[in-house]
């Protein structure tokens, strides 16, 4: 890795002005790109404490060997140059929005004889009417309804001419699906009078075609004509179904994106609905690699700055307001330049009350789904599990498959309560009946590293006892052979407490976490185990007997399975640890008592009343409570006796957290 000292320009040298910066590695390939309000503060921010910066902007400035700046005029150029050179060298260190489609939308080609309805994307065309956007599906099922009731021209040109040239119409034409103008079913101006009723329905005037048709269909119920009665009665619903899938959600002239996102650590899901007219139209998503450390305005402009940068056709079908979860950076500028892709005014709004704010939200939990439905995709894969498990065994240059991985975390508040947990994943998907939790109590409760031994030296310990055991009972059923006698299945075999050992064990955290846990193992004898840590600060991963750490690509499937095997653990400890502080938060009088549970106390009370009553209770008055026989009895007394010759008064019992005295 370079050192920034080396390549960092002088500071006279930067100018002050506003301007656009780009990061280039040793090949010199361009890594990031980046603008600024004042080049020289800007790019002394990187130079000055290096080790002060976010992890991922660290690895940018330690890839890179240079660096190079452009002045421009105002941030509104800015803004422009560096939407230009990140489309231009796609930067590896800069957040990319990719999508494989552009805007679907409905056309209808009302320059041409017979106007023609299709799905177009791409540039917007002269005379054509658009409609839209709309999802793939979204927009194929409603052409399909509508070409019942308005049977305008789809066919290609191609199609067209063949059916002029032979007087036969198309398939489409057999099946009621068109007019059939090519062969003179409808006459020129009829079949543009059809393409404009088709315009107007699409353009919201639904509840005029419904009221005409149902007029129609009651003159044909008059007329005894039901079968023409029923054909209107399915056009009816087929324009009903239509009109109703895109429901109102805002005023009725309201044209507006809605963006909402949601992010972890590593990557984002985006959504948005395309509101036109106050109905969704369509709804675009994306999932995204955080490779920079970008807050969520960072996010919200290089989001818009490339959704719109790369739709140059949509001047005229832009919307009026873009609504967006959080005020993006430079938001005057970032609407100025939208303003001129449009033609026309456009606001970036944050809603915060109402319709807008409501359907922000609903945004806001599509894109949460999007994400989980991401992570769980590529977690489900058979083909990226093994994948996988390959990439790891290969970069850790192990000798082993990894059919079994464990992961141990610990999780504490200030070294109070302090937990550790140990989840399992066999062939990349995570066993939860073999997680284990393990509470971290006197010396080992110490620091993160004495509780890390201790809880790898307890799973393995009883590991190595297990194994013992079985070797010394020849009765064990599972250590009879094959050939040998069955088992008496009548009595079930106790449970496990822990299943055979992983071919590795991954610690949440960096070296100092790894070698207590390879100095675990290494004091029970087991040889056989491999460990690696893998460390948040920048997804090192680190194996016991190294000083560097093993970098895994960003896109590593393999990295991607250790992080997910982390973040399992990590929850799982935090899960046990709020458990363990909640149980401590409420303390009594009674919990000393030895062999008295929580059943038993619960008579206690519901018989007494309060723990003072209980004190002044007789062993004979004690065992008249359900559960309680002599031996408890007298464990009671004897408790409360030895309670009166300490110093201080008894504990009653309390909820920490409220104060509320719950048994007196």
């Known amino acids: 890795m370079a050192n ?5 320009p002088r500071t006279g040298e930067i100018p002050t002005n506003p301007g656009v910066y780009r990061f280039r590695d040793p090949h010199g390939r361009v890594i990031y790109v980046g603008k600024a309000k004042n080049l020289r503060s800007r790019l002394n921010s990187y130079f000055a404490n290096p080790a002060g910066l976010m992890p991922k902007t660290y690895a940018m400035v330690h890839t890179a060997s240079s660096v190079e700046w452009t002045v421009v005029g105002s941030e509104l150029e800015s803004l422009q140059l560096e939407y230009t ?21 409905l056309a209808v080609t009302m320059a041409e004889k017979y106007p023609r309805v299709q799905v177009l994307r791409g540039e917007r065309r002269k005379g054509t009417r658009y409609f839209g956007p709309y999802t793939a599906g979204a927009i194929r099922d409603t052409m399909d ?9 789809s066919c290609s040109a191609g199609v067209l001419k063949r059916a002029e040239t032979s007087g036969r119409p198309c398939l ?8 059939a103008p090519c062969v003179g079913r409808i006459s020129a101006e009829d079949h543009r009078a059809l393409a404009e009723d088709f315009c107007a329905f699409m353009g919201g005037e639904a509840k005029p075609f419904v009221s005409r048709l149902e007029k129609d269909m009651a003159a044909a119920v008059a007329e005894l004509d039901y079968e023409r009665a029923a054909r209107v009665r399915d056009d009816i619903v087929a324009l009903k179904k239509v009109f109703e899938r895109n429901a109102v959600v805002l005023a009725e002239d309201t044209d507006a994106d809605v963006f909402a996102l949601h992010e972890d650590e590593l990557e984002a899901a985006v959504q948005v609905f395309h509101v036109r007219g106050g109905r969704i139209r369509g709804q675009r998503g994306w999932v995204v690699e955080k490779v920079e450390d970008s807050s969520t305005p960072d996010l919200v402009e290089h ?13 005229g079908r832009m919307p009026r307001e873009v609504l967006v979860p959080a005020e993006p950076s430079n938001a005057a500028e970032l609407g100025q330049w939208l303003s001129g892709l449009r033609g026309a005014r456009v606001d ?21 789904h999007a ?30 498959a990894l059919l079994r991985i464990e992961c141990f975390d610990i999780s504490h508040v200030q070294g109070t309560n302090v937990v550790g947990s140990m989840v399992v994943v066999e062939d990349g998907l995570p066993k939860k009946s073999d997680y284990r939790k393990f509470s971290v109590t006197g010396a080992a409760a110490s620091d993160d590293t004495a509780a890390m031994h201790d809880v790898l030296t307890r799973r393995f310990r009883n590991y190595l006892q297990e194994q013992a055991e079985k070797a010394a009972d ?10 040998g006698p069955v088992a008496d299945t009548t009595t079930p075999a106790p449970r496990a407490k822990f299943a055979y050992p992983p071919n590795l064990v991954v610690v949440d955290g960096g070296k100092p976490q790894v070698s207590a846990a390879a100095r675990a193992l290494a004091e029970l004898g087991i040889e056989d185990v491999y460990v690696v840590g893998l460390a948040k600060r920048l997804e090192e991963v680190w194996l016991p007997d190294s000083d560097f750490p093993v970098i895994l690509p960003r896109a590593s499937a393999g990295l991607y399975l250790l992080q997910r095997i982390r973040d399992e653990a990590h929850r799982f400890a935090i899960s046990f640890h709020r458990q363990k502080r909640g149980k401590a938060m409420t303390v009594s009088a009674l919990d000393g008592v030895p062999g008295l549970g929580d059943s038993k106390r619960k008579a206690l009370l519901n018989q007494f009343g309060s723990v003072k009553s209980i004190k002044a209770a007789s062993m004979e008055e004690l065992t008249a409570a359900k559960g309680i026989g002599p031996a408890l009895a007298g464990a009671i007394v004897r408790h409360f006796n030895a309670d009166d010759g300490a110093d201080g008064p008894t504990v009653p019992a309390i909820n920490m957290t409220t104060g509320e005295i719950l048994e007196t």
Request: charge should be positive.
């Open 474 to 483: 020849p009765g064990d059923p599972s250590a009879a052979a094959a050939d």
């Open 348 to 368: 970036i709004r944050v809603p915060q009350r109402g319709d807008k704010a409501a359907l922000l939200t609903t945004v806001r939990d599509n894109a949460e």
């Open 4 to 8: 920034p000292a080396s390549y960092r």
């Open 371 to 400: 994400l989980q439905l991401h992570k769980s995709r590529r977690a489900g894969d058979l083909t990226l599990r093994s994948q996988a498990l390959q990439e790891l065994q290969e970069a850790l240059d192990l000798p082993v």
């Open 172 to 179: 489409l034409g057999y099946i009621d699906k068109c007019a």
């Open 145 to 153: 309804t509508l070409l019942r009731v308005f049977p305008v021209r």
């Open 303 to 315: 989001l818009l700055q490339q959704v719109y940068g790369e739709e140059r056709e949509l001047q």
């Open 85 to 105: 050179w990140i489309k231009e060298f796609k930067p590896r260190f800069n957040v990319m929005f990719r999508d494989d489609k552009s805007y679907p939308y």
